[in-house]
């Protein structure tokens, strides 16, 4: 095998990115527990934690730019490059998401929760969380099948989002409801958009895998 | 190892393949089942490929693959080697570049070559350029001639005060682009170039590869080069060639592997072997 030194250099970045990933996912599973918890000191933690996730973006950035300018990637090695490119991006923007969803909570602690908004909640970050584990995994797998099937878990997310979104306007009219109602649905879009970007990182290793980009869904989706 | 069909994107080397500026639009070669031997040993076996009026086309592939044997074919160079066997087809602008009645001179003044090491004659940097031109009887405005193809070969503010002088007295750099200019004198259709810069420093390269941007609207551009990063740098389409052991053992041979727009063999090949190749993760 030729060229050691930069293969070593690519199955590093790949490390640092599923890395990055697990750090991702453990942001996302301590986002949920403050929703069902409204733990306060757990959503600081939240939010803290978000500087090791940035660390592995900028990381895997500036590694990068040192592997186009010394190794010149092609052909599967420059799509792989890319992928992990925007792979990294697509789990800081997770990350990002994780820390509204925290902050949100944190904000709307001294307020009376919903138990069945919780519940909607909460279920739809544990999918998006398996989403988050998915994606990292077909792309490690080059399974592009499996990253395929991202859309349909995507889709249960996206269903939730309406029932919760539903169940807010429902509440609407009650007193004291409005502000925490208003926090919760923003934070229903946050969790949302993590499942996006899950199917983000899905196609991605399709276009590792085929070279060509297609998104699995159109935006009328 | 099988002899496999090369992956050729023929179907859209026509108006697919036309640049956004309409380069690409005509066929000024049409190479079929061409295989090249010398003293019945077997180089190149079995090309077929379109080159393109107004495209740079880069031959790239391992040592003893057959690209310099094939880029010979273009301007009929391998007939001046003793042994040499042309078979198949080369069509030039639909006319056989092999038939009885064509005249090789004729077609070298067409298709004029640039080879790896700069080769100016040992006279006055006008008298390379006007070489040419007084051979073949183009006496008329020899001065207004020369300047224009030093002009054309962007070498002309740097030689204009001294064409006078020993052409060997010039930079590595300097004799390439006089010995293009040299081939662009006798108003060429094609210009082939067998690793023009493998023998020159960075800067020197990047002018023969400023050169060949510019000449390509006014020229074919073919090129044979070792290095990757320029196919990819210059070259429109990209033709990858590899070596194939014969499966009776007498020998191994060059074949045509892949040919497809430069930015598809870089960026998603269809044949393994290229991947491997262009990805350095050969031997």
Redesign the interface.
């Known amino acids: 095998?030729?060229?050691v030194e930069?293969q070593a250099s690519l199955d590093g970045l790949e490390a640092t990115l599923q890395e990055q990933g697990t750090l991702v996912l453990r942001a996302l599973r301590g986002a949920v527990d403050v929703l069902r918890t409204q733990d306060v000191e757990l959503c600081d933690e939240v939010v803290a934690f978000d500087d090791e996730v940035d660390a592995r973006y900028h990381g895997i950035e500036k590694s990068i730019a040192e592997l186009l300018a010394q190794q010149?990637?092609?052909?599967?090695?420059?799509?792989l490059v890319l992928a992990i490119l925007h792979n990294s991006i697509h789990l800081e923007r997770i990350g990002d998401q994780c820390v509204t969803v925290a902050k949100l909570t944190k904000l709307a602690a001294g307020l009376e929760p919903h138990s069945d908004v919780v519940e909607g909640l909460t279920e739809m970050g544990e999918r998006a969380a398996e989403m988050v584990r998915i994606s990292l995994d077909s792309f490690s797998a080059r399974d592009v099948e499996r990253a395929r099937g991202l859309v349909e878990l995507d889709e249960l997310i996206d269903r939730t989002n309406h029932r919760v979104s539903d169940q807010v306007l429902a509440m609407a009219r009650t007193p004291g409801t409005q502000e925490w109602g208003i926090r919760m649905i923003i934070v229903a879009r946050c969790i949302e958009r993590i499942g996006d970007n899950a199917v983000d990182i899905g196609e991605q290793t399709a276009f590792l895998v085929?070279?060509?980009f297609h998104e699995f869904t159109d935006a009328s989706h | 190892m099988t002899v496999s069909t090369p992956h050729i994107d023929s179907g859209k080397l026509g108006e697919l393949a036309v640049t956004p500026d309409g380069r690409g639009a005509e066929t000024v070669f049409t190479v079929r089942d061409l295989t090249v031997s010398y003293s019945g040993n077997v180089a190149l076996k079995g090309v077929d490929l379109d080159i393109q009026k107004n495209f740079v086309t880069a031959f790239i592939g391992p040592s003893g693959c057959g690209k310099s044997t094939f880029i010979r074919c273009f301007n009929r160079m391998n007939d001046l080697v003793p042994g040499a066997r042309v078979e198949g087809e080369v069509l030039y602008h639909d006319r056989d570049l092999y038939g009885a009645n064509v005249d090789p001179v004729e077609v070298r003044r067409r298709i004029g070559m640039v080879f790896q090491k700069p080769n100016p004659f040992p006279k006055s940097i006008y008298d390379n350029i006007a070489f040419g031109p007084r051979i073949l009887g183009m006496k008329d405005g020899l001065d207004e001639r020369v300047e224009r193809t030093l002009q054309h070969a962007a070498l002309w503010d740097e030689v204009k005060d001294r064409l006078k002088e020993n052409a060997l007295g010039l930079s590595g750099g300097q004799q390439q682009r006089l010995c293009i200019a040299r081939a662009l004198a006798v108003e060429p259709d094609v210009i082939l170039m067998d690793e023009p810069a493998s023998a020159l420093d960075p800067i020197s390269t990047s002018r023969i590869e400023d050169l060949i941007h510019q000449l390509k609207n006014e020229y074919t551009i073919v090129i044979v080069t070792h290095n990757?990063?320029q196919a990819?740098r210059v070259a429109d389409m990209t033709a990858f060639f590899s070596v194939e052991l014969r499966e009776d053992g007498s020998g191994r041979h060059g074949v045509l592997v892949e040919y497809d727009q430069t930015t598809k063999v870089?960026?998603?090949?269809s044949d393994r072997r290229?991947?491997d190749y262009?990805?350095?993760?050969?031997?």
Do not use: I, K, Y
Request: avoid cysteine; proline fraction near 7%; hydrophobic fraction near 35%.
């Open positions: 095998m030729a060229r930069f010149s990637p092609v052909a599967s090695d420059l799509r085929t070279g060509e | 990757m990063q990819a870089f960026t998603n090949p290229t991947e262009v990805t350095g993760r050969f031997g």
